[in-house]
């Protein structure tokens, strides 16, 4: 499996941006997918998460009403659109595929990495 996060980018704060995460192969609808994001000098976090049937989201505090997951399994894509952006939230954004297909979205561990893909902020 591969996942090819794109969508990055230099933006203002308040504006907006889409990342996108391609997957490779035939069973991207059977998980579950999730952003985590890096800031510098942190550790890696969750930011958002999706079931593999879509039905289910997760958001960090941090981003909750902000940011949007959703996943077109057509395209073997997962999306999240982040919108009032802070410079805060300036990190290395990375898609995320789950550990176990249709799994019940309990504690879930993910298990294939996309590259990243840099978001910065300005203020």
């Known amino acids: 499996v591969q996942l090819q996060a794109s969508g990055g980018g230099l933006v203002q704060a308040g504006g907006s941006l889409r990342l996108s995460c391609a997957a490779s192969?035939?069973?991207?609808?059977?998980?579950?997918m999730a952003w985590f994001r890096q800031a510098p000098g942190k550790e890696r976090v969750v930011a958002a998460s999706?079931?593999?049937?879509?039905?289910?989201?997760y958001y960090a505090d941090s981003v909750k009403g902000r940011f949007t997951i959703s996943r077109d399994n057509a395209k073997n894509t997962v999306y999240l659109q982040m919108s009032s952006l802070k410079p805060e939230d300036t990190a290395v954004y990375y898609c995320?595929?789950?550990?176990?297909?249709?799994?019940?979205?309990?504690?879930?561990?993910?298990?294939?990495w996309g590259q990243g893909t840099l978001v910065t902020v300005s203020s």
């Open positions: 995320a595929r789950e550990s176990h297909r249709f799994s019940d979205f309990v504690g879930p561990t993910y298990d294939y």
């Open positions: 192969g035939r069973t991207f609808s059977y998980y579950g």
């Open positions: 999706i079931s593999w049937r879509g039905d289910s989201t």
